[in-house]
């Protein structure tokens, strides 16, 4: 069966293009033109990815994707922005907030295609469960848990997947293109792209607490996973 997508989006014109283009492929495709009734109907609907327009009436994309990434019956649902190139920092926000990607407005249907098959792909891979240890430090990537000292960190899935790539090559300085091609699956076309991944590295140091001195920062490279204590 193929996948269900929500798309959220307030402008006719682009709700034709993009529902035209993902019914052609075979998707089921759900509209919802307002933020508030957007977050709903995602609850509602437990789509298999949601498009998210920034600028919509009621609630801006940035607040729906918050709401969304809030909620355990939606966070797990990856989220593609639509933008603006004026809305450049949104973006960025955006991609902190716990976006999958974006696609700038305007866009061809073989992007927007290519886009959402690569979102799904990327969710859909069921990685083998494990669990990895350094120190105090335990991630069981089956059930996505995270302790320190036995207590629990509250990872984003992207901080959970940034720590479980850097200890998966303990030792090895991994930087942040590849960190942002790995996680958020693409080339990095600009500087200001890089810093999403230090602002997460930052706050998921702040999460793993008395072992974040085991994310090195590399200078002017990118970060290293230290195995040693
Ligand atoms: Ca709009």
């Given at each position: 069966?193929?996948?269900?997508?929500?798309l959220i989006e307030d402008e006719?014109?682009?709700?034709?293009?993009?529902?035209?283009?993902?019914e052609q492929e075979g998707y089921k495709v759900f509209v919802s033109t307002r933020g508030n009734t957007g977050a709903e109907e995602a609850i509602r609907r437990?789509?298999?990815?949601?498009?998210?327009d920034l600028m919509l009436p009621e609630m801006n994309g940035l607040d729906v994707c918050k709401t969304l990434k809030a909620n355990d019956m939606t966070a797990a649902i990856p989220v593609v922005m639509l933008t603006a190139k004026s809305e450049e920092a949104d973006k960025i926000v955006g991609l902190e907030l716990g976006a999958d990607d974006y696609i700038t407005k305007p866009f061809?249907?073989?992007?927007?295609?290519?886009r959402v098959k690569a979102v799904l792909r990327r969710s859909?891979?069921?990685?083998?469960?494990?669990?990895?240890?350094?120190g105090d430090l335990e991630v069981d990537t089956g059930k996505h848990i995270v302790t320190v000292k036995g207590k629990t960190c509250e990872l984003t899935s992207k901080e959970f997947d940034l720590l479980q790539?850097?200890?998966?090559?303990?030792?090895?300085?991994?930087?942040?293109?590849v960190l942002l091609d790995k996680i958020w699956g693409y080339e990095p076309s600009l500087n200001i792209e890089t810093r999403t991944v230090d602002m997460h590295i930052g706050q998921l140091r702040k999460k793993i607490r008395s072992e974040s001195p085991r994310i090195v920062t590399v200078k002017n490279v990118g970060y290293?996973?230290?195995d040693e204590s």
């Open positions: 069966m193929k996948a269900s997508i929500l006719k014109n682009i709700i034709e293009l993009v529902r035209y283009n993902l437990k789509p298999s990815l949601i498009i998210l061809s249907p073989r992007e927007l295609l290519a859909q891979e069921k990685p083998k469960e494990k669990t990895l240890k350094a790539i850097l200890m998966e090559a303990r030792g090895r300085v991994l930087t942040r293109e290293r996973f230290d």
